[in-house]
């Protein structure tokens, strides 16, 4: 299984033995930036058999689980139960590409008000194609924890969408500099749209526009620690994540920062530009649950 799914919950701050062997502090004792990640188990509603075509990857054959889970009915109409031959279908007809259709489970998470669960498709990996058909369906109505996917130490590729800021003039989302205060109609904008010829505006010149709320990829973020249990082993501050609360379920703790705010949905992945070794662990000597609130 090569993806994942969490809900971000906020940033705090860990000590740890800098693992980066090439680092002026490596081997020291360092601060870094932690964001935590509640990732609540997802469940697998379906499996679904792409084959390359001409035109692209065709779904060929599609097996759902019996019986139709209940917490879908907010996202899709209730599906009915999958024909006869869909499973001998799945299993026997000509595909390259195996997938889950699995779901989260929002309700389990007290800091996001939504309980419609998001669904999406998950790759299975492997080198013998029968061998990822049988593992799929094998899957079929199974809850999956973030230990199948997430090691201590290891990259992982997260995708997210960012902070929305609406409408924004040219200064504000491109940086570029302010006209000289003699300019004779506006300072905040830019000088100039380009040239004569040829006689259009390039998408290269600032404009306002749109500015956050896009779909980004981050690549190559280690994972410090996979929290199974935040009872034993606690997490939250004191007086909870700002504008989140409690963290109650499973969780990742990440070395940097991700995009968008709080209980936003972030999508995990294996790394696909993998350029450094992994570590087998990565020792934190403090992980701060001080109130970010004062208290």
Known sequence: MEGFAGFKVGMTHAFIVDYRKRSTTAGQEVSVPVTVVETPPIKVA?????????????????????????????????????????????????????????????SRVTGVPSNVPELFELRVSGEDPQARRTFALGLLGKELPVEDLAHEGEFLDVIGVTKGKGFQGHIKRWGVKLQPHKNSKHRRMIGTLGPHNPSFVSYRIPQAGQMGYHRRTIYNIRVLRVVKDPRKDPVTPLGGFPRYGEVRNACLLLHGSLPGPTKRLLRFRTPMRLQVASVEKVDIRYLSTRSKQGA
């Open 46 to 106: 379906g499996c679904r058999l792409y084959h390359r075509s001409p035109y692209g990857m065709r779904v060929v054959a599609e097996v759902w689980g019996e019986p139709f889970d209940e917490q879908l009915l907010g996202r899709m109409p209730a599906h009915g139960a999958s024909e006869p031959t869909a499973r001998i279908r799945f299993e026997n007809h000509e595909g390259e590409e195996v997938r889950l259709l699995a779901f989260t489970q929002p």
